[in-house]
């Protein structure tokens, strides 16, 4: 919303610049996004063309006499309409205009065109950066004051404002008339309305009949007949152009100006396309048509309230006029309406046919129905003043909603106790009144309140509070720290353990990324995780394809980063993630699991002088998880799994009490390719972190006392089957008593060793709390694990029993 | 070792000498092993050195072996001279010792020197994300002001998001939060599931959940339908607050938020509180911080006005508190909302929004 300042003052006196203005209104709550100058033109003045002669080296050109008050120049002009006796924007030589040519502001100088000096210019409206006109020069009115600077006479400061939702008077001049007032203790004044009313009873000319009071509470109608349509003049021109409306005629340049201004939409009707002269306000026919001032022809129904003849729909209330009854140039007679629309309907009548105009974006707001009369009377003088014609005696003023003022009462301990400070009650008051609110004292603490009908916005006591505060302003408010009593702790354990969480994989040298919650079909596909979407949320209206859907699982995600980085030449990369995932649930919001997953790619240290080569491999994805789970005090188990996504030999689900609560693996090669990543394996693992959570011991942590005898070490070499998982082999030995500690510390298979076979090396540590255990003892108890390796998994010594000290 | 003693018959002598021939042996002893400890120089060598004169059999052991031959008196005044050239040499030896070590690993700067100005051994080091270190940072400052932490649903109901926050349906400030809606239809054929626009929905549910004193903020990611661009994101993180109890005011909502303020940017932060609208709020609030980096003067970063503008807020709507149920009359309350990613950006000089979710490894690696 723009409005000229020059307009402003015509409502409110305005005894501060421009900027200053500006603040104070952005504190209160109208943002002022910029103050816009209009002029601040040098050596430019207005002048009168006294004489105008041919050029006499050429044709086309003209040599202007022109006055400016004190003294004459002569100057070659090349406009087709400059004429004699115009009042013109005159440009000496040295001020600073727009050159038409490069767009650029540029000084003028004295030049010599074709022969003749000429001594300053006749501007155009784009020389002067006022519009885009350059066919010819501006012609100003004939009463402009001859010599006078033209920043004096024409220019002008406009406020770009940014006005928030609720306000629908802060789109009017006189809202924001009233909000100036308040903030720098002036009055308004609004506009003296008075015309006279010479033609016959309106009454004897339209009737208008309200079938749906619910949608239409408030219908006022005025009639001017033979008016001249035309363009309107200069100043209503200039306003709205200033306010980005664009003119059209002078009654439909009219009805825009008073929207300005009061902020009521209006409509005019060319009155003779009204069959029988009677206006029905009614809801649509279903299938009943009409083409909109658009020119797009409109299927209605009956959540749709038209404004109608006798006979067809003539506009769509409050939303767009019909073409049929469009102010053409042959109009003579005018019906104008201003009305009081609902405004949920307004606004899903709007959006159903995608038209937003700046009648619905005011009538949605919900207009008081106090304004469609002051609005109708303020439009009438001014289509009779710039257009002409005789008005009809009195308005039509249907009212069948008609509901008394409601007032609120304003204490001072409200006041208290939501701004926490104490007024005596004359400020609120002062404030009050001064954006004029009618205000009764009830007894000394409190007052009766009233908002003026402009105001929408204020329905409870503490929308008066807000008045108060932002007039007086904030920074008037003291600043205190809560003194409240502090909220009983609650514990907070499933968000604790996933921070526990997050701090244990940066620990363990992994970077953290976050990346977006949606994903496309298509990279699930990839990543073999959805094969459709019948399991998946889906988002009706996606920022695009590729965020269709909710991810399921943070697989793609994480090859996504992994390939976008490879793509820049990151080498060694181990990253993790720990977000939602969002599973569908039948006719429920999802469940939104806190999943942590990471992945390893590259060689295992950055390449560098000192660098292995090796590369990450499935057991440091693992390593990475044992660590995890062992930190948080989780026993997982860990068994060969068949999920898709993973290389079939090279995938584990991880198990927590039995229970399911992730997988780890090296990534399926043709997964990684459909990822385009290629140069060697990715190694991944994703987390279920509210099953993770259920298996941690509820129980606190209790110190383990520390061992206060040796331990004793013994090395043993065994043959396996391969196909004997190293866990049984691992459990077999933890078993034993006297076993404190089990490390497999070699495992081989190839030359040397039967096919088939693996061979495997543990070192055993024997422990006991109570004493140190003799050589006896230790030897015995690992005889007893060889025979135990021997029957149960068919293990057999190789090479011996080594011993250590 | 063993076979030494046998080549040094001289000592075996010395059992049969009088007290004088003893302690000039001493002397003699003394002044030879001096001698030859002056010309060793390896390690070796010093330790025939102490074989010979201090071995078991050594040199002056033997002297000190022969002393029981003679008088008490005697024994006592040579003693103490042999056990003092004992001393005298065991120093001398070690201070030598100490020499010939000394000078062998100095040669080792010409052998086993390695060159310092190769890279050292790399270290993987693990970082967070760092709108993780700034939602940290965040809300400690206010765990510390006695607000609890909780979180909620990101997949939100209608009702939660818009209507119990005094947003109903065909409000026109529901054009405030462009939303992205579940491609879901209850039976009404209504589409009341949606992804939440902003944390506030949280305010009603921890409401419901709680009674009077509340105290929380709550972290969390939120969506709209919004394009990108360098400084607008559809997915973005928020933290919202919420205070409600008896006695609660708009006065402790500058206090509480002017103190997050110095906190987060510094202690001598100034901060500037605006009036704004938000429809669950009223009065509602929009606070700025003078510019950090010009001190208020008007810079490129705080677009010349010296304020940058980092949180809405206000006092609780009292068609909110009926809502969920408390009784407006009684209970008061500040709510605010503020995005970390505008912090950070501030705080870092990250000058495009979509950089936090694109996870470029050069980006993360510099937090």
């Known amino acids: 919303m723009k409005i000229p300042l020059s307009w402003l003052k015509e409502f409110v006196d305005i005894n501060i610049p421009a900027e200053e203005l500006a603040h104070r209104l952005t504190m209160a709550g109208l943002e002022v996004g910029e103050v816009i100058t209009i002029g601040g033109w040098e050596n430019c003045y207005v002048g009168y063309v006294e004489k105008v002669e041919r050029h006499p080296n050429a044709d086309r050109l003209n040599l202007c006499t022109v006055s400016t008050g004190n003294g004459t120049q002569r100057v070659v002009c090349g406009a087709p309409n400059v004429a004699e006796g115009q009042k013109i924007a005159f440009a000496r030589v040295g001020a600073t205009l727009i050159d038409v040519h490069t767009g650029k502001s540029a000084t003028l100088k004295a030049a010599k065109i074709r022969g003749v000096v000429s001594e300053g210019m006749v501007c155009s409206e784009k020389e002067l950066g006022l519009g885009e006109d350059h066919d010819g020069i501006l012609v100003l009115p004939e009463d402009a004051p001859l010599g006078m600077p033209l920043t004096d006479y024409m220019g002008d400061q406009v406020l770009d404002l940014e006005p928030t939702p609720n306000r629908s008077d802060w789109l009017s001049v006189l809202g924001v008339a009233y909000e100036v007032a308040a903030l720098t203790g002036t009055k308004v004044h609004e506009p003296e309305v008075f015309y006279p009313e010479e033609g016959n009873p309106i009454s004897s000319q339209a009737r208008v009949f309200i079938r749906n009071p619910d949608l239409c509470p408030r219908y006022t109608a005025s009639i001017i007949k033979g008016i001249a349509i035309g363009p309107s003049p200069r100043w209503l021109q200039e306003r709205l152009q200033r306010s980005d409306v664009r003119p059209i005629n002078n009654v439909v340049d009219v009805t825009n100006y008073v929207m300005l201004e009061y902020g009521q939409p209006l409509h005019a009707f060319d009155y003779e396309t009204l069959l029988r002269s009677n206006i029905m306000v009614r809801r649509a026919y279903t299938g009943e048509v009409m083409e909109t001032l658009d020119g797009v022809t409109r299927v209605l129904n009956s959540s749709h309230l038209v404004i109608a003849d006798d006979r067809d729909a003539r506009a769509l209330g409050g939303v767009v006029g019909g073409i049929d009854s469009e102010i053409t140039d042959k109009t003579t007679d005018v019906l104008l309406e201003s009305a009081s629309f609902d405004p949920t309907n307004n606004r899903q009548t709007a959006q159903a046919f995608h038209l937003r105009t700046e009648a619905t974006i005011r009538f949605e707001k919900g207009l008081r129905p106090g304004l469609p009369a002051v609005a109708l009377r303020r439009a009438t003088q001014l289509i009779q003043q710039v257009a002409g014609g005789t008005v009809a005696k009195g308005i039509i003023d249907a009212y069948p909603g008609k509901k008394g003022d409601t007032s609120l009462l304003l204490t001072s301990e409200r006041i208290k106790k939501v701004l926490g400070v104490e007024f005596p009650m004359d400020r609120p008051r002062e404030v009050l009144t001064s954006l004029g609110f009618d205000c009764r004292e009830e007894g000394p603490s409190a007052l009766r309140v009233t908002a003026p009908y402009w105001r929408s916005d204020i329905a409870i006591e503490d929308d008066l509070v807000e008045e108060v505060a932002r007039i007086i302003g904030y920074e008037a408010i003291p600043t205190t720290m809560l003194s409240t009593p502090i909220p009983a702790n609650e514990p907070q354990t499933l968000r604790n353990f996933r921070e526990e969480v997050r ?92 999943t942590a997953a990471g992945l390893f790619y590259g060689p295992r240290s950055s390449e560098g002088w000192l660098g292995s080569g090796d590369r990450y491999d499935f057991y440091d994805a693992k390593g990475v998880v044992e660590a995890l789970l062992r930190q948080v005090g989780v026993a997982g188990g860990f068994q060969p799994s068949d999920d898709p996504f993973f290389h079939p030999g090279k995938a584990a689900s991880i198990l927590a009490n039995g229970s399911l609560v992730g997988i780890l693996g090296e990534v399926h090669p043709l997964v990684q390719e459909s990822f385009e990543i290629d140069g060697g394996s990715v190694v991944f693992f994703e987390l279920n972190l509210e099953k993770v959570f259920e298996a941690v011991p509820q129980e606190r942590r209790a110190l383990k006392p520390l061992a206060r005898y040796p331990s004793s070490i013994r090395d043993i070499s065994i043959l396996v089957d391969s196909s004997i998982p190293a866990a049984r082999i691992q459990s077999v030995i933890e078993n034993q008593p006297l076993v404190e500690r089990v490390l497999l510390f070699d495992a081989y298979e190839g030359k040397g060793v039967p096919s088939g076979k693996s061979s495997l090396a543990y070192r055993l540590y024997f422990q006991a709390a109570d004493r140190t255990l003799s050589s006896e003892e230790v030897n015995k108890s690992l005889a007893k694990v060889i025979g135990l390796l021997e029957r149960e998994v068919g293990a057999s010594l190789r090479g011996g029993e080594e011993v250590q000290g | 070792m063993k076979s030494e003693g046998f080549r040094q018959p001289f000592i075996a002598q010395g059992l049969y ?21 002056q010309g060793l120089a390896s390690e070796e060598e010093l330790e025939s050195w102490r074989i010979l004169y201090l071995g078991r059999r050594g040199r002056l052991t033997s002297v000190l072996r022969s002393l029981g031959s003679l008088s008490q008196e005697e024994r006592r005044v040579v003693g103490a001279q042999a056990n003092q050239v004992k001393a ?51 809300c400690d400052a206010f765990v510390a002001m006695g607000f609890q932490i909780v979180e909620g649903p990101e997949v939100e109901w209608d009702h939660y998001n818009f209507e119990l926050l005094n947003i109903p349906r065909d409000h026109p400030a529901r054009d405030m939060w462009n939303t992205l809606w579940i491609d879901y239809r209850d039976e009404k054929g209504e589409q009341p599931m949606l992804l939440r626009t902003h944390t506030s929905p949280m305010q009603a549910r921890t409401m419901e959940r709680m009674k009077p004193p509340v105290r929380v903020i709550v972290p969390g990611k939120c969506y709209r339908y919004e394009a990108t661009d360098a400084t607008h994101e559809w997915h973005f993180y928020q933290v919202e607050g919420l205070a409600v109890d008896d006695g609660i005011t708009f006065a402790d909502l500058k206090g509480t938020l002017y103190e997050f303020a110095r906190r987060i940017f510094g202690a001598d932060r100034r901060v500037r509180f605006r009036c704004d609208y938000f429809p669950f709020v009223e009065p509602g609030v929009d606070m700025s911080i003078d510019c950090f980096a010009c001190k208020g003067q008007g810079c490129r970063i705080c677009q010349e006005t010296g304020w940058i503008e980092i949180l809405g807020a206000g006092m609780v709507h009292p068609k909110v508190l009926e809502g969920v149920g408390y009784d407006p009359s009684v209970y008061t309350g500040f709510a605010f909302g503020l995005g970390p990613e505008r912090i950070a950006m501030l705080k870092y000089g990250i000058e495009d929004i979509r950089l936090f979710y694109s996870n470029d490894l050069r980006f993360l690696r510099q937090f």
Do not use: C, W
Not at chain 1, 503 to 511: F, N, S, Y
Not at chain 1, 532 to 560: C, I
Not at chain 2, 19 to 35: G, N, W
Not at chain 2, 111 to 133: C, K, M, N, Y
């Open chain 1, 503 to 594: 701090d244990l994989l940066v620990m363990e040298g992994l970077q953290e990324v976050i990346s977006y919650s949606a994903v496309s079909l298509d990279m699930l596909k990839r990543a073999r995780t959805a094969d459709d979407d019948s399991s998946l949320l889906k988002v009706a209206n996606p920022m695009s394809g590729d965020y269709q859907y909710m991810r399921p699982t943070l697989r793609a995600s994480l090859l996504r980063t992994l390939a976008s980085n490879l793509s820049h030449q990151a080498d060694s990369v181990s990253l993790f993630e720990i977000g939602r995932v969002y599973l569908k649930r039948e006719k429920d919001l999802p469940s939104e699991p806190e």
């Open chain 2, 17 to 37: 000498m009088t007290s004088p021939d003893l302690a000039q042996t001493i002397q003699e002893v003394r002044d030879k092993a001096l001698e030859e400890l």
């Open chain 2, 88 to 138: 005298l040499l065991e120093e001398s030896l070690a201070q030598a010792e100490g020499q010939v070590k000394e000078s062998r690993i100095a040669g080792l700067a010409q052998e086993e020197q390695i060159d310092v100005t190769r890279p050292g051994r790399s270290v993987a080091l693990g970082r967070f994300h760092p709108l993780t270190q700034i939602l940290r940072e965040i």
